[in-house]
């Protein structure tokens, strides 16, 4: 048998195919996931965050009036409201945006204003709680901070860290002051062991929050298997004829910097080897071709197909017909240098015929003089490429 080409590459199965046109490694390709979650969890916050202010000015709005402050204290009760309002419309204002870093902008501020809104909310609480004008208010207080410490505990509690600095903010200044009273200890037992439920349910939503998510990437990733499997060849893990024949469209489509070819290419006296050999080595002849092919294109731009049977499609860019008879020619040669090995220690030769094409828009016309070439190389002596003619009609 022959012995391996000087110069032809050395074969080994890549874990993956890809099955659209290969471009040179992204280096950011690895963080892709990290930047679609953090999009996601801005989209999220603003759902959750986007109309929450609103109630704190609700809630402001209520004690003062109960407790009497728009008339005591006109301008300071004045001045919280339309803090609360601000804060309100800024939370409404604000946009997430669709790239990575609008979005981690985009969490900064908004968290910056929710727990700016908590804030104020458990620093009004202390000051009514502590003011006699409020003494009637009190009960109004407490069942305001309840409620939104509640609502933010449930709300965000996905981001455990925010959700409880949050929930503080609202809720403590009012343990803290009823415990410094140490007249309603009812009051106090009360509101802890409700603080308690709190911490418990925020706790609660943070895991249920990671189970969802952790059900949606498996799921995701479980359509993206099938998808990937409908648009590869199980045998060989390359592209199948549906992706390569929507990579050609896509090619097509290009910038058109530099001319894009088809080159269709089909094993030699395939049918001799699985006669002589048996399918099982006909399969393994199959994978060996895609392996072979798959190491001359490895630092190039491509898409290469298995169209079917022992037929292969390629798509790859030269610059003229010589640079691309180059090519198809070392991938004719590389698969005659590396012989098939069978149990046994035999080694089966595989020559290769194939027919070239330029993409030029029409992507039915350049099936057929690909084919059509193709042809010619078998009737001329197998083991050749030829070059398309003219235009062949149907």
């Not at 074969?11 to 040179?24: A, L, M, Q």
């Not at 509640?150 to 009012?174: C, E, H, K």
């Not at 058109?256 to 395939?270: K, N, P, Q, S, T």
Request: charged residues 25%; positive net charge; glycine residues 8%.
């Amino acid at each position: 048998m022959d012995a391996p080409r000087a110069g032809a590459p050395r074969v080994r199965r890549p874990s993956t195919e890809f099955p659209y046109p290969v471009h040179r490694p992204d280096p950011d390709a690895a963080r892709l996931p990290q930047r679609d979650e953090l999009v996601a969890r801005a989209a999220a916050l603003r759902v959750k965050s986007q109309w929450g202010g609103v109630f704190y000015a609700f809630a402001w709005a209520v004690i003062a009036g109960f407790g009497g402050a728009f008339g005591a204290y006109p301008l300071a009760a004045s001045a919280v409201l339309l803090a609360f309002l601000a804060l309100a419309a800024a939370r409404i204002a604000l946009r997430p945006g669709s790239t990575p870093a609008e979005a981690a902008k985009y969490l900064r501020r908004a968290w910056a204003l929710v727990l700016a809104s908590a804030a104020l909310l458990g620093a009004i609480s202390a000051w009514a709680l502590l003011d006699p004008l409020f003494e009637d208010a009190d009960m109004v207080v407490l069942l305001c901070v309840i409620s939104l410490g509640t609502a933010f505990a449930q709300v965000y509690g996905a981001d455990r860290r925010q959700a409880y600095l949050g929930t503080a903010m609202i809720s403590l200044p009012s343990l803290l002051i009823e415990i410094a009273r140490g007249e309603a200890w009812g009051v106090v037992v009360t509101l802890a062991f409700h603080y308690l439920y709190l911490a418990g349910l925020i706790v609660q939503v943070h895991r249920e929050d990671g189970q969802r998510r952790a059900l949606e990437q498996a799921l995701r990733t479980e359509r993206d298997r099938f998808e990937a499997q409908s648009r590869t060849d199980p045998l060989t893990g390359l592209a199948n004829r549906r992706s390569f024949e929507h990579g050609v469209r896509r090619w097509l489509q290009g910038d058109g910097a530099r001319a894009c070819w088809m080159l269709v290419i089909d094993l030699d006296h395939f049918k001799r080897i699985n006669d002589t050999h048996g399918h099982p080595a006909g399969d393994a002849a199959l994978r060996h071709v895609a392996d072979v092919l798959r190491a001359r294109l490895a630092e190039r731009e491509h898409l290469l197909a298995r169209l079917g049977g022992e037929e292969f499609g390629v798509l790859f860019r030269a610059d003229d017909v010589e640079s691309a008879m180059r090519l198809a020619n070392a991938l004719r040669m590389d698969v005659g240098a590396n012989p098939l090995p069978l149990p046994g220690g035999e080694r089966v030769a595989i020559g290769l015929s194939g027919g070239l094409v330029r993409l030029d828009g029409d992507d039915a016309r350049a099936y057929r003089a690909a084919d059509a070439a193709l042809y010619r190389a078998k009737a001329g002596g197998r083991g050749r490429i030829e070059v398309a003619a003219a235009d062949p009609r149907p």
